[in-house]
């Protein structure tokens, strides 16, 4: 069981042609910068705007197809759309807005406004219920647009941009409350963001859409190894690691540790950047100033006049490096290496 979807239409400039698949439980992630046609995609699998070729396919059942003249609108298909700005509407109470997606699926008023109380006692709103939109905070909105969502028992879930609309202080507590329910969600979800962390956090796999074309796609760790270009390798080339942070220091599940320059103690992502790597044959001198961990080197990747080295140990990661470099060190796949990163430049954010 699974959503299948060849997307190809033209708006405007965009000439969008793209072939996604998401399978049962599983969240694929579409990356891209804006313009590339993330959102557009969305808005064709919601039934918002109809394809000119392909399909699009829920469990087998097709909900546009062009060709054989057959588009399912959006309120009769199996979908729930979480949108950037959540669109609430305002002169309705937080349960008529969860209770209107089942509304316009004709479902009697009486039982869509209990499965909306259900569902807002299930996102921790219950209280709220008879609030506007306008008393919510960020993360409150988004849970309401969640539960409008989801309320229709839907089988794909598809969510545009979620954790846009909030300030950085906001986000991070937001992405953890939305981990933990859409893993209650057996279904397939779609996730548009520009966001690596979200990515990383949220999905079990990533697709990368630039200029409307699927460019790469695999788990993050794989596209972040081997990107195909000096695009992807801007958007998604970090390494992101996953810990619990105390006294400054970060602990990974599988005991290596990163010390950082400031962040609160709990669990916490660190970014590292490639590029703020340094590679050494030796253990470098002033290592007790520096993070520093050995590795032995997997793979390397020539991209322009860089090349991006894979390291696997305690803590795997990708360097990169100039040309230069890379002969200077004269570095082959299974050579051992020292990684020295400084605490400064490496960035934390709450998980």
């Given at each position: 069981?699974?959503?299948?979807?060849?997307?190809?239409?033209?708006?405007?400039?965009?000439?969008?042609?793209?072939?996604?698949?998401?399978?049962?439980g599983?969240?694929?992630?579409?990356?891209?910068?804006?313009?590339?046609?993330?959102?557009?995609?969305?808005?064709a699998?919601?039934?918002?705007?109809?394809?000119?070729?392909?399909?699009?396919?829920?469990?087998?059942?097709?909900?546009?197809?062009p060709?054989?003249?057959?588009?399912?609108?959006?309120?009769q298909?199996?979908?729930?759309?979480?949108?950037?700005?959540?669109?609430?509407?305002?002169?309705?109470?937080?349960?008529?807005?969860?209770?209107?997606?089942?509304?316009a699926?004709?479902?009697?008023?009486?039982?869509?406004?209990?499965?909306?109380?259900?569902?807002?006692?299930?996102?921790?709103?219950?209280?709220?219920?008879?609030?506007?939109?306008?008393?919510?905070?960020?993360?409150?909105?988004?849970?309401?647009?969640?539960?409008?969502?989801?309320?229709?028992?839907p089988?794909?879930?598809?969510?545009?941009?979620?954790?846009?609309?909030?300030?950085?202080?906001?986000?991070?507590?937001?992405?953890?409350?939305?981990?933990?329910h859409?893993?209650?969600?057996?279904?397939?979800?779609?996730l548009?963001?520009?966001?690596?962390?979200?990515?990383?956090?949220?999905?079990?796999?990533?697709?990368?859409?630039?200029?409307?074309?699927?460019?790469?796609?695999?788990?993050?760790?794989?596209?972040?190894?081997?990107?195909?270009?000096?695009?992807?390798?801007?958007?998604?080339?970090?390494?992101?690691?996953?810990?619990?942070?105390?006294?400054g220091?970060?602990h990974?599940?599988?005991?290596?540790?990163?010390?950082?320059?400031?962040?609160?103690?709990?669990?916490?992502?660190?970014?590292?950047?490639?590029?703020?790597?340094?590679?050494?044959?030796?253990?470098?001198?002033?290592?007790?100033?520096?993070n520093?961990w050995?590795?032995?080197?997997?793979?390397?990747?020539?991209?322009?006049?860089?090349?991006?080295?894979?390291?696997?140990?305690?803590?795997?990661?990708?360097?990169?490096?100039?040309?230069?470099a890379?002969?200077?060190?004269?570095?082959?796949?299974?050579?051992?290496?020292?990684v020295?990163?400084?605490?400064?430049?490496?960035?934390?954010?709450?998980?």
């Amino acid at each position: 069981m699974s959503l299948e979807a060849s997307i190809g239409m033209q708006v405007g400039t965009l000439d969008l042609r793209a072939e996604l698949t998401v399978a049962d439980g599983e969240l694929l992630a579409l990356l891209g910068p804006n313009g590339a046609g993330k959102s557009t995609a969305l808005r064709a699998l919601a039934g918002l705007r109809p394809i000119h070729e392909g399909h699009i396919r829920v469990d087998g059942t097709a909900l546009d197809d062009p060709a054989a003249n057959t588009f399912v609108p959006p309120e009769q298909r199996p979908i729930g759309v979480v949108f950037q700005d959540y669109l609430l509407f305002d002169h309705m109470t937080v349960l008529e807005n969860v209770a209107f997606g089942l509304r316009a699926r004709n479902t009697p008023k009486a039982d869509a406004r209990r499965r909306a109380h259900e569902w807002l006692e299930r996102v921790g709103l219950a209280s709220m219920a008879r609030d506007r939109p306008r008393a919510l905070s960020g993360g409150q909105a988004q849970r309401v647009a969640l539960a409008r969502a989801l309320a229709t028992d839907p089988r794909v879930l598809l969510l545009d941009e979620p954790l846009a609309a909030l300030d950085a202080g906001t986000r991070a507590a937001v992405r953890r409350d939305l981990r933990q329910h859409l893993g209650s969600f057996a279904g397939m979800r779609l996730l548009v963001t520009h966001d690596p962390i979200d990515a990383y956090a949220l999905a079990d796999r990533v697709a990368v859409l630039e200029g409307g074309r699927i460019v790469q796609s695999g788990t993050l760790a794989e596209v972040t190894a081997h990107p195909r270009s000096r695009y992807v390798a801007d958007l998604v080339g970090v390494n992101l690691v996953s810990g619990s942070v105390e006294g400054g220091v970060l602990h990974t599940e599988r005991g290596a540790a990163v010390v950082i320059a400031d962040a609160p103690n709990g669990l916490s992502f660190a970014v590292l950047r490639p590029h703020s790597l340094t590679l050494t044959r030796e253990a470098p001198a002033g290592a007790s100033s520096r993070n520093v961990w050995d590795g032995t080197i997997t793979d390397i990747d020539r991209l322009g006049e860089r090349a991006r080295v894979g390291i696997e140990g305690l803590l795997p990661l990708t360097a990169e490096i100039t040309l230069a470099a890379l002969d200077a060190l004269a570095l082959r796949p299974g050579d051992e290496v020292y990684v020295a990163a400084k605490a400064t430049d490496i960035e934390v954010y709450p998980a």
